[in-house]
């Protein structure tokens, strides 16, 4: 019997989508930010073969996907899931490892992110009841989990830009971006909570 | 080239907006400084990003922003909600920046001083009265002329607002208001918390304006019907459909009448929102605030087409920071939010169905913001949504639907006891 794969699509903004899906993509995360990048690994070439399609960032069960153009995300979003399902079911693996290159000067960005994280910015966070997971940095663009108090706080994107990012360009200033990978909608207890109309 | 202008966004930190206004200034290439109440745990690392101001007291944080733009000079204020609309006004009057008279923003804030201009003014207000929360309300009960609504002066998202169809009625409604306004969140309101409105209740079908005020205009941005019935006894807001199906001439009508309104309290410039009625008797005011619409609703606005769309938040920094606005005109379409009515009283413990209401053709999304474990509070009482629907279609009726079909889809588990 064919297994059921569910995929919520979350839009993040007019041009970011997340996929969350029931099943494990990958362990750890790849981001791809071209058709040329993705080619090797199923997954993101057939996202990449969708119209529109600029950028993919899969991390554990979440893609993350970045298009341009009007196309709303009602149309686009049955085209990755469908290509996820399709994908999924191929039963092949599904990203391949980032070319040795870049990874060499990324473990490097990597490392340094890391120190920051566990001397700044998670102790900062933690005063709150949050926490960040670095999950990886790929073509220096760092990317990210918030936990505990931060996920789902309503103020979770102030923290990330105004405080994580600008002490990541003042630190590690060849970072090229910070991707915010967390399901916002599942936190449980996050500091803030919005509630004015 | 130097860092572009700097702007001040006034973010109370239980806003709903937080997210919407930080990406759009990020796409403006500003100099961003997030000002809120509370102090973020990066505020002593990037001083210039992050401020702590004082939001219950607009002198204080006037004050507060004049020593901040000493180190930081600041080309612009931008408040997000009620609650900063003062400060903003303040604040841009302290550092000599383009903004509301401070004086205009008291009125557009405070719910009897705006209506006693308002009807000064000769704009077609409900008739109110002001009446001391601590005074029996069965002293004049009798001599009410029902149906009334009865409203609390300080607080949101219809939260107290009551409607009292006799003496009975109004006698209960002034019971559970004074228990609202009594909770440990609202007291510190001072004279606001110990006063409310009776007024009078007007029939008819309700929409909501948006728009923008520019040198004294009204620049429409988008006009709202409220399909769902608001005849109480309790008014809790649900789906808005823009454009309005209304025909031009009253549509026209009611623009008039908010225009008219927002002059009338002194306002020149920003974002208003004002709920207004129609009946018989033509268009009648019944709130107006000099600030956008309310929670997640904004993302059902989008401007503009193609590569140059921009967010109704983005719309309104340019305007703020006396930037270029490439179009005023909403994207084609019509568009739809509900904000989704609280299903029960009691502790959140899942959502359902959330994938199948998305799956609704013509749904943009489908965003749940209470979590698991949140206690959910019913109007009158409660002022939080547990989420908001997004529907864009090729007509105000093919939205309506879609929205309500999602609605359809939710299942909200809630539990009543306090395990």
Redesign the interface.
């Known amino acids: 019997m064919d297994r059921e794969i569910r995929i919520t699509a979350e839009p993040v903004d007019g041009a970011r989508c997340r996929f969350l899906t029931s099943e494990p993509l990958l362990d750890g995360a790849r981001r791809f930010a071209s058709a040329e990048a993705a080619v090797g690994s199923p997954l993101a070439e057939a996202l990449f073969a969708i119209e529109g399609i600029s950028e993919v960032l899969v991390s554990g069960g979440t893609v993350t996907v970045t298009k341009t153009g009007n196309t709303p995300w009602q149309v686009t979003g049955k085209e990755v899931g469908a290509a996820i399902r399709r994908a999924l079911a191929s039963g092949a693996a599904l990203v391949a490892p980032a070319t040795a290159g870049t990874a060499a000067e990324d473990e490097a960005l990597y490392t340094r992110v890391a120190d920051l994280f566990e001397a700044e910015i998670n102790p900062a966070v933690a005063r709150h009841g949050g926490f960040v997971e670095l999950l990886d940095v790929q073509d220096g663009v760092v990317m990210l989990r918030m936990g505990g108090g931060c996920q789902g706080c309503g103020m979770a994107d102030v923290t990330l830009r105004q405080g994580i990012e600008r002490a990541l360009r003042q630190q590690v200033p060849e970072i090229a971006g910070v991707v915010d990978v967390t399901d916002h909608s599942a936190g449980s207890n996050p500091y803030v909570t919005a509630s004015k109309k | 080239m130097g860092p572009g202008p700097r702007l001040l966004l006034l973010?109370?930190?239980?806003?709903?907006r937080?997210?919407a206004f930080?990406?759009a200034a990020?796409r403006l290439d500003v100099e961003?400084t997030?000002v809120?109440d509370?102090r973020?745990?990066?505020a002593t690392?990037?001083p210039a990003?992050?401020a702590t101001f004082d939001f219950s007291n607009p002198d204080r944080a006037a004050e507060q922003a004049a020593a901040f733009a000493a180190r930081h000079p600041v080309a612009a204020v931008a408040g997000v909600?009620?609650?900063t609309v003062v400060l903003a006004a303040a604040i841009a009057r302290a550092l000599g920046l383009r903004h509301n008279p401070v004086e205009a923003a008291r009125a557009a804030r405070s719910k009897h001083r705006q209506r006693v201009l308002l009807r000064d003014a000769g704009c077609p207000v409900p008739a109110f009265r002001l009446h001391r929360l601590d005074q029996d309300p069965r002293a004049f009960a009798a001599n009410v002329p029902y149906p009334v609504v009865v409203k609390p002066l300080c607080l949101?998202?219809?939260r107290g607002v009551i409607r009292a169809d006799g003496p009975a009625d109004l006698v209960a409604a002034h019971a559970i208001l004074r228990e609202i306004l009594a909770a440990p969140d609202v007291a510190t309101q001072g004279e606001d918390a110990r006063h409310y409105l009776i007024e009078q209740y007007v029939p008819g079908p309700e929409f909501a304006l948006e728009g923008v005020l520019d040198g004294g205009r009204l620049r429409v941005l988008a006009l709202f019907d409220k399909p769902d019935p608001l005849d109480g006894p309790y008014f809790e807001?649900t789906i808005y459909v823009t454009p309005s199906r209304l025909d031009g001439a009253a549509q026209r009508e009611l623009a008039e009448c908010a225009e008219r309104a927002a002059l009338a309290l002194g306002l020149v410039t920003g974002p208003v929102h004002v709920e207004l009625r129609r009946n018989a008797g033509g268009p009648w005011l019944i709130e107006l605030g000099a600030r956008s619409i309310?929670?997640r609703c904004g993302a059902v606005l989008?401007f503009g087409?193609?590569?140059a769309?921009m967010?109704l938040e983005e719309l309104l920094l340019r305007h703020a920071l006396g930037l270029p606005v490439p179009t005023w005109e909403r994207a084609s379409g019509a568009a739809g939010v509900m904000m989704i009515p609280v299903p029960a009283a009691g502790v959140l413990r899942a959502v359902k169905g959330?994938?199948a209401a998305?799956a609704v053709?013509?749904?943009?999304?489908v965003?749940?913001?209470a979590?698991?474990?949140?206690t959910l509070v019913p109007p009158p009482r409660g002022?939080?949504y547990p989420g908001f629907i997004f529907a864009?279609g090729a007509s105000p009726a093919g939205v309506e639907s879609a929205l309500r079909a999602a609605h359809r889809c939710l299942t909200f588990d809630v539990s009543s006891g306090g395990d």
């Open positions: 973010l109370p930190s239980t806003t709903y937080a997210a930080v990406e990020r961003l997030v809120s509370h973020s745990v990066f690392r990037e990003s992050l909600d009620d609650d949101a998202a219809s807001e309310g929670g989008r087409a193609g590569a769309e967010s959330v994938d998305r053709p013509g749904v943009d999304d965003v749940v913001t979590h698991p474990g949140q002022a939080q864009r």
